[in-house]
């Protein structure tokens, strides 16, 4: 059964970098052929597919997020990242790493639990 789970600072000040990593177990990150995406929810609103690195290493990204978006991979560590730069609180969300067949998101079968990161000063 695979699982991921987020990790990372609950707490981020404006301007600075959001770092969360996803760690993957009961399957390989590289496997054919999925992608693995960040997806946020801020409150009170709908989910936002922020950007996915694929099964080979590729990388895809939201076109209204990507000049601040980064998402990379350890393959030792079978764990995928997601940086966010230059956050303001309107990037206050809970964020989801997920599984999908679909290199810009979509058709998700796995899930992780969320992280809340609140950005204040």
């Known amino acids: 059964q695979v699982q991921l789970q987020e990790s990372g600072p609950g707490l981020v000040k404006p301007s600075q970098t959001l770092s969360l990593i996803c760690t993957v177990s009961?399957?390989?990150?590289?496997?054919?052929?999925?992608?693995w995406s960040w997806i946020r929810q801020p409150p009170g609103k709908g989910l936002e597919w922020m950007g996915a690195?694929?099964?080979?290493?590729?990388?895809y990204y939201s076109p209204s997020l990507q000049s601040r978006t980064s998402i990379s991979r350890d393959t030792s560590k079978n764990q995928f990242s997601l940086q966010l730069s230059s956050v303001t609180p309107e990037d206050t969300a809970v964020y989801f790493c997920?599984?999908?067949?679909?290199?810009?998101?979509?058709?998700?079968?796995?899930w992780g639990q969320g992280t809340q990161v609140t950005v204040s000063s």
């Open positions: 997920a599984r999908g067949n679909r290199a810009t998101g979509g058709d998700y079968d796995h």
């Open positions: 009961g399957g390989s990150i590289t496997t054919s052929y999925y992608y």
């Open positions: 690195i694929g099964y080979e290493g590729s990388n």
